[in-house]
């Protein structure tokens, strides 16, 4: 009876949520990649934690896209796609900051109030989406910086790393302050 059930749950997947898994996918991947590095040191591994950000993003450009191609929209695809916007453009750059040497008590402390406003942005995002689409299947407007900008971000990180910009050798050096 329970394997049944978990093919019903299957089957009420549409394909753009499948894309949306891919994102997520693509998210704890990317954290696992952060993980690796601060085992194992090698650039190698933070590359691919931010290529796969990158991925995580073309993944969401597309769940969105499928979806009103399909005209397949439901409240279970809304709440995927914010559950995995969080894990790949919210926690996952934030872990990714982590392991290239933000990890000072007000470096944890920005990164964790960036994952708080994407969080926040997103939940008020699912309230009022509705309201916002006027009727329509698609948002006219958003509220606040959708969490994919983070990508900005990781690109930046990726870049640093590239130069050798990581760890004790943080563009800007290391600031005491406080704690």
Known sequence: MKHAKHLSMIRDFHLAD???LGNAACGVGA????MTYLQNPAVLHLYFACALVLLAFIFDVFDGRVARWRQQTSLL??????LADVISF???PAAIAYGVGMDGLWDRVILIYFVVCGVSRLARYNITAETLAQGGDKVKYFEGTPIPTSLVLVIVIAIAAMNGAIGNHLWLGMIHMGP
Request: proline residues 0%; without cysteine; aromatic residues 18%.
């Open 18 to 20: 499948w894309f949306t």
């Open 31 to 34: 954290l696992f990649a952060v």
């Open 77 to 82: 695809g809304r709440e995927l796609d914010s």
């Open 90 to 92: 919210g926690v996952a």
